[in-house]
């Protein structure tokens, strides 16, 4: 037995196939893996067939066997399409239409080569062949032969390599790696069958194709090279996704008419997609008119939508695209609506609560700026209330003057003298109340020196003679008459009688007044040394201040005006003093004020 | 009597005391002038003075302050505070002291005299009031006496 061999790799390739089969099968459910094992289910019967002619001994069991070899010879190429269809994205063709015209053509070939008897369109004139054993038969091949098993099959295999390589050309890389074992299978296929038809008697006149084609079918299914990361997720995921979709979604063809609804979509439109197909969407979905109000209003901005009223309030965005449609020339619109109802009524909170807090901040500014205002008034209310009440007492003598002189000028009574004496007393009344304003303007508004030369003895014997000085205290001027300096005089002057004044204040029983001068780095300092009462240290805290005074006349503008005066000259003034035993105040002035500013209180 | 009535003026303003002092001796007062507390004291003590017309301040003390010692001195003297300097503090001080009136520079000269002479009345009202009273209790305390210089001698004549 010479083709014991030979049946044997073809039982045992079929059942290592069968056995790929059984394992795919149960690895993988998608129904386009039942094309793939119905492939490989033609290519083993074809196999298995083809060997069992061989080792079939009368021709009439070899007929048979030589039959039932067509179911696995028309069902390779058939399977075969569809699953390239399949693979290459178009499963759209795959109707129940087009499967039954596909199908028609092998069913008819079987059913010719199973009554082949009584027509003998697909052989003639059959009879075994002892010559050879793998070449069973002697006969004469019709048209029927040709054409419809060799020029099917290789039509259809010739079909599924061009739109198979057409769309790996044009496709994303995830067809790539399934289009190589299908390609190789059908190159495969090809090439053999080729090969043997052409020359029958290099494979021993066995035909290899469905040999060759079963080990590459059960390889490409054993390593699952179908697989291959599109296979399980693309067939399901369209409609899966379409499914369970949150969003809806709602197809419309060019006359606006429901062409898809998915669930969330039948939920929001209120109908079912099998009541609402073919039917004009403006008729079924109430809210459509918002829609496309929505829809044709301007271009650039995200659109939106809100259906409802109330807490059933609902707000939705809107994508909307053109589906190119194969049939029709005008395109389908896709429309796409998100709920963002929460996140509208997040967003709605959010600004409120900015809003709030905006309205808050904002508040608060105004009721610091308030607050601070308030403040501010009531400071220089008090401000106010203070200088008032000491310019009010310091005022009120000279007024008090000025009423009883009045008083007495209108008495008939009065001498030449005494009339003359109270005038006097008006006049210097006036002087004092003048003095007073002055001394507050002087100490509220800016200083502008009026430079020009002098020296230390030229200023200390001015101010001298300026005051009055009782008998009781001596004042000894010891300043000299050097150097040269530039200060505003009738200030400085002013600054100089203050201090003797304030020295013969403090001896009201009398005592000596020594003034000194002398240059010190480049500044001249004079110095007011008196024997008085000298200056409490209570005093002494306050003494720089506006407004205090130990005297029983004057507002306590004295000593804060005198250091206005010198801190405008760039000059400094300092206290020393020992309760009962006196006081020394010091003026230090630069020669040359080192730059003259405006001063401000 | 009330135009024999003697003044002392208190101030530290000449202008002030001038005024005030010729206005008083043209209503027909004895007026007397001191320009601190000091000399105040001194002179209340010397003499009595029916009225002192006081300044709130003075180069010395306060005039709350001599108000006290007056008060020690010369408890009958009728006491006015003239202050340029309203406050509220020294309102309540001064009245607690004894002042018998408060005035607020600028004061209206006949304004001034009323009050004088309304004081002045009044003073006189209660010295003629004591004298009275004090005359009253004398001739109650003679005829008392005498009555029981009667009895004694009465019984003393019974033994």
């Not at chain 1, 209003?297 to 807490?311: I, L, Q």
């Not at chain 1, 909307?320 to 909170?349: H, V, W």
């Not at chain 1, 002087?442 to 030369?453: C, F, G, W």
């Not at chain 1, 240290?537 to 130990?550: A, F, H, I, R, S």
Request: proline share 4%.
């Amino acid at each position: 037995m010479e083709t014991l061999p030979y049946i044997i790799l073809a039982v045992g390739v079929s059942f290592l196939a069968i056995m790929a089969a059984i394992r795919f099968t149960l690895l993988h459910h998608e129904a386009r893996n039942k094309v793939s094992v119905l492939i490989l289910l033609g290519s083993v019967i074809w196999l298995l067939m083809s060997a069992l002619v061989v080792a079939s001994d009368s021709l009439p069991t070899k007929l048979v066997f030589y039959k039932m070899q067509f179911v696995g010879v028309v069902l390779v190429p058939t399977t075969y399409l569809i699953l390239t269809m399949q693979l290459s994205g178009y499963e759209r063709w795959i109707k129940r239409s087009n499967l039954a015209l596909l199908s028609a053509v092998p069913i008819i070939t079987l059913l010719l080569i199973f009554t082949n008897e009584s027509h003998g369109l697909m052989w003639s004139n059959i009879t075994l062949n002892s010559v050879d054993p793998f070449l069973p038969f002697n006969e004469n091949r019709g048209l029927g032969y040709w054409l419809l098993i060799i020029g099917y099959s290789y039509v259809a295999l010739m079909f599924a390599v061009v739109i198979f390589v057409r769309r790996v050309v044009a496709s994303r890389s995830i067809y790539r790696r399934q289009a190589v074992p299908v390609i190789f299978v059908s190159c495969v296929a090809w090439i053999f069958g080729a090969v043997w038809f052409l020359n029958p008697s290099l494979f021993m006149y066995i035909d290899p194709t469905p040999l060759v084609l079963t080990v590459a079918i059960s390889i490409t299914l054993w390593k699952s090279y179908l697989l291959l990361p599109g296979s399980e997720i693309i067939p399901v995921a369209h409609e899966m996704i379409l499914d369970s979709m949150n969003e809806a979604v709602i197809i419309l063809n060019a006359q606006t008419q429901i062409v898809e609804l998915n669930p969330s979509a039948e939920q929001l439109v209120g109908h079912n997609l099998s009541d609402a197909l073919g039917k004009p969407v403006e008729g079924i979905w109430t809210e459509w008119a918002d829609v496309k109000k929505e829809l044709d209003s301007g271009t650039d901005r995200v659109k939106e939508a809100s259906f409802g009223v109330g807490e059933k309030k609902k707000f939705y965005e809107i994508q909307t695209s053109y589906l190119s449609g194969i049939t029709s020339e005008r395109p389908n619109l896709l429309i796409i609506l998100r709920d963002i109802t929460e996140r509208k009524i997040s967003d709605e909170k959010l600004r409120l609560y900015s809003n709030q807090l905006k309205e808050h901040s904002e508040h608060l500014e105004e009721l610091v700026a308030e607050r601070t205002n308030e403040l501010r008034k009531a400071e220089r209310l008090a401000a106010i209330g203070e200088t008032a009440a000491m310019v009010g007492h310091d005022l009120r003598n000279p007024l008090q003057g000025i009423t009883g002189a009045l008083h007495l000028l209108r008495q008939e009574s009065l001498t030449a003298e005494e009339r003359d004496e109270m005038l006097q007393l008006i006049q210097s009344s006036v002087e004092y109340s003048d003095a007073i304003v002055r001394d507050l303007s002087e100490y509220s508004a800016e200083i502008i020196l009026k430079l020009a030369d002098t020296t230390p003895k030229s200023l200390t014997g001015e101010a001298i003679r300026a005051v009055k000085v009782p008998p009781t205290v001596s004042v000894q001027d010891l300043s000299q008459n050097h150097p040269t300096l530039k200060v505003d005089t009738e200030r400085i002057k002013r600054v100089l009688v203050n201090l003797i004044q304030n020295a013969i204040d403090a001896m009201p029983q009398g005592g000596t007044l020594m003034i000194s001068s002398r240059l010190w780095n480049d500044n001249v300092e004079i110095a007011f040394t008196d024997t008085g009462s000298g200056i409490s240290e209570k005093v002494m805290k306050n003494l720089w201040k506006p407004l205090q005074t130990t005297k029983a006349k004057g507002m306590g503008l004295g000593l804060p005006i005198c250091k206005r005066i010198v801190d405008a000259h760039q000059g400094t003034i300092s206290v020393k003093s020992k309760a009962g035993e006196g006081t020394t105040v010091t003026i230090s002035l630069p020669i040359k004020p080192v730059r003259v500013e405006v001063l401000q209180k | 009597m009330s135009e024999s009535a003697s003044i002392l003026v208190i101030d530290d303003e000449e202008g002030i005391r001038r005024t005030v002092s010729m206005t008083l001796k043209h209503a027909g007062y004895v007026v007397d002038t001191a320009e601190n507390g000091k000399q105040a004291i001194e002179k209340a003590a010397a003499k009595f003075y029916n009225l002192a017309l006081i300044d709130i301040r003075l180069p010395d003390m306060e005039g709350t302050e001599l108000l006290t010692a007056l008060k020690e001195t010369t408890p009958r003297m009728v006491k006015i505070i003239l202050t340029g300097y309203p406050a509220l503090q020294n309102a309540v001080t001064a009245i607690n002291k004894g002042v018998d009136s408060y005035l607020i520079k600028p004061v209206n000269t006949d304004e001034l005299l009323r009050l004088i002479k309304e004081q002045l009345d009044k003073q006189k009202h209660e010295s003629e009031y004591s004298q009275e009273k004090v005359a009253q209790f004398v001739e109650t305390r003679f005829k008392e006496l005498q009555t029981e210089e009667l009895e004694t001698l009465k019984t003393t004549r019974k033994k």
